[in-house]
């Protein structure tokens, strides 16, 4: 069974700081990816990666940095979080996503004052 | 505008009784994906890539790429099917991917 973790799981900050996603795998897959979920919604795409060293824009980058520094890493930094990017932040992780099954992270809550 | 539409918004069944997802797409797509999200909330693949029909247990996919539309029918249904059900697709020309807001599921005995 595919691990991915994710860390932290709750996270308060302050309009302005820094806050840093952490996100891990340990099936060796390709491509991860980044989405939010906001209350009463569905996922939408940040940041993506086909690999170690490589970060693609999703469908909301904007506010949003990725660092791929591994194959099993992911991260999504924040550098002046806003009120607006409080959310659900899930991480995912899989082969080909057309044609294999995703495999996500528990959730982190991220609630910006 | 949305790309993935999804319907119903909610659905309240009695146990045992069956249901019929909807999920209609508005641009031309790759392939599409079936998800489970759990009350908690932890996100599940149900399935992937479903052409044609496929099933899982009590779970049947029937998805038409050309006609850009996918159902999901659960049989029979069970309390613990309660949850939210997402539809996702890859796009056509850039790859990008787009979920639907869900359907809301409430199974009661």
């Known amino acids: 069974e595919a691990a991915v973790t994710q860390s932290p799981r709750n996270k308060v900050a302050v309009t302005g700081g820094k806050v840093t996603l952490s996100c891990n795998q340990t099936n060796n897959h390709n491509n991860m990816y980044w989405y939010r979920q906001d209350t009463g919604h569905g996922l939408r795409l940040i940041h993506y990666s086909y690999g170690a060293g490589s970060t693609e824009k999703g469908d909301i980058p904007d506010g949003y940095k990725a660092s791929r520094p591994s194959q099993e890493n992911f991260s999504l930094i924040l550098e002046l979080a806003t009120p607006s990017q409080t959310s659900v932040y899930f991480c995912?992780?899989?082969?080909?996503?057309?044609?294999?099954?995703?495999?996500f992270g528990p959730g982190t809550r991220l609630t910006v004052l | 505008g949305q790309q993935v539409q999804q319907s119903p918004a909610s659905l309240v069944l009695q146990e045992g009784e069956n249901a019929e997802l909807q999920c209609n797409f508005s641009?031309?797509?790759?392939?599409m994906q079936w998800f489970y999200q759990r009350p908690e909330g932890s996100l599940v693949s149900l399935f992937y890539n479903p052409s044609g029909t496929k099933q899982s247990g009590r779970l049947t996919s029937t998805t038409v790429i050309k006609e850009r539309r996918s159902s999901l029918h659960i049989s029979s249904s069970q309390i613990t099917d309660s949850g939210t059900y997402l539809c996702?697709?890859?796009?056509?020309?850039?790859?990008?991917?787009?979920f639907g807001d869900g359907t809301q599921l409430v199974v009661k005995p």
């Open positions: 996702a697709m890859e796009r056509n020309n850039n790859n990008r991917i787009f």
């Open positions: 995912a992780s899989g082969w080909d996503w057309g044609d294999a099954e995703q495999f």
């Open positions: 641009t031309s797509l790759n392939s």
